[in-house]
């Protein structure tokens, strides 16, 4: 086989025929709406200290690098340690996808006045059943004789307000992260994390449009 530059011809032309098509990230997604949906209803769990790594990399003691301390690697051992195709640069498909990052500072502004609206608006609405979160990821009125009439106008403003909030930070996280076409995906993933995130006794809309009590 003829060499160019000391690398087989035939694998220079397999790295350079390979596409690599990144999918979308569900579970990333999903944990990245789990952390914005909880900040803005106010319900997130605590976060759990991870155990810190003692001396040596692992937790718990060991000491040193397993695989560098190993005595007698076998070439077959480490052969079979050595991702081929990353170092011929054909990633795998699960390498190439980013995670869903919700750290820009647009997110962030539309998440702040979103947990300040919902907790200074909307929040009291959810607990007397009024409001419920719709299938299509929004809030929506449920039941508006629940509302006042002093404070309909407000509430519908507030839900409205919201409404386009929820839409913009969809599209923010979609082009944030390099990836337009993932709109549709973002919003059904937090469409699903309100309600999951929901606190017993709220209201929120199934795929048919039906009213359903958490």
Request: aromatic content about 8%; some cysteine.
């Amino acid at each position: 086989m003829r060499r160019w530059m000391g690398v087989p011809v035939a694998a220079v032309m397999l790295t350079a025929c390979v596409t690599i098509n990144v999918y979308f990230p569900a579970a990333e997604a999903k944990e990245a709406a789990k952390e914005f949906v909880e900040k803005v209803i106010g319900d997130q769990p605590q976060m759990q200290t991870p155990e810190v790594p003692k001396e040596g990399g692992k937790p718990g003691g060991g000491g040193g690098n397993a695989f560098l301390s190993s005595p007698k690697l076998e070439w077959g051992q480490l052969a079979s340690r050595i991702d081929w195709l990353s170092l011929a640069g054909i990633g795998s498909a699960r390498a190439q996808s980013p995670d869903i990052s919700i750290k820009t500072p647009a997110i962030q502004a539309i998440q702040s006045r979103m947990a300040q609206r919902f907790d200074g608006q909307l929040r009291a609405h959810f607990d007397s059943g009024a409001l419920g979160f719709a299938s299509n990821g929004t809030v929506s009125v449920r039941d508006a004789s629940k509302i006042p009439l002093s404070d309909r106008v407000g509430v519908n403003q507030a839900v409205a307000d919201q409404g386009r909030d929820s839409a913009a930070v969809y599209r923010e996280i979609a082009v944030a992260n390099g990836h337009p076409e993932w709109e549709a995906q973002i919003r059904q993933v937090f469409a699903r994390q309100w309600i999951d995130s929901a606190k017993g006794g709220w209201w929120y809309q199934d795929a048919g449009g039906g009213w359903k009590q958490k």
